[in-house]
């Protein structure tokens, strides 16, 4: 299983960045997929997620600016950023939770490799 992620960059303040993130390989079903981001310095955390049926969670300080989707058919995912802040500066790591079996109905998360994201003021 890989996770390939893109769409980091550097942006000003206020502006945009969409994040992708493929899944590929020996895949039954994907549960649950999620959007993290280590800041300089500081601990990873979760900033959105999507469950397979299309319910989102989001952090609270990117409430109304960002948007996470999921297309099942394809295994992707995506994390639109509009409004971004310096303090939205970060590693980005997208996270799934899937079954490589049918038979086998225990999932197990994976990574894939963070994607920079550089919002300056």
């Known amino acids: 299983v890989q996770l390939q992620a893109s769409g980091g960059g550097l942006v000003q303040a206020g502006g945009s960045l969409r994040l992708s993130c493929e899944v590929s390989?020996?895949?039954?079903?994907?549960?649950?997929m999620a959007w993290y981001r280590q800041p300089p310095g500081e601990e990873r955390e979760l900033v959105a997620s999507?469950?397979?049926?299309?319910?989102?969670n989001y952090v609270d300080s990117v409430k109304g600016r960002f948007t996470i989707s999921r297309d099942n058919g394809k295994n992707t995912m995506v994390l639109q950023m509009n409004s971004l802040k310096p303090e939205d500066t970060a590693v980005y790591y997208c996270?799934?939770?899937?079954?490589?079996?049918?038979?086998?109905?225990?999932?197990?998360?994976?990574w894939g490799r963070g994607t920079q994201v550089t919002v300056s003021s």
């Open positions: 996270n799934v939770d899937l079954r490589v079996y049918s038979w086998n109905a225990d999932s197990q998360p994976y």
């Open positions: 999507v469950t397979r049926g299309g319910s989102t």
């Open positions: 390989g020996n895949i039954f079903e994907i549960n649950d």
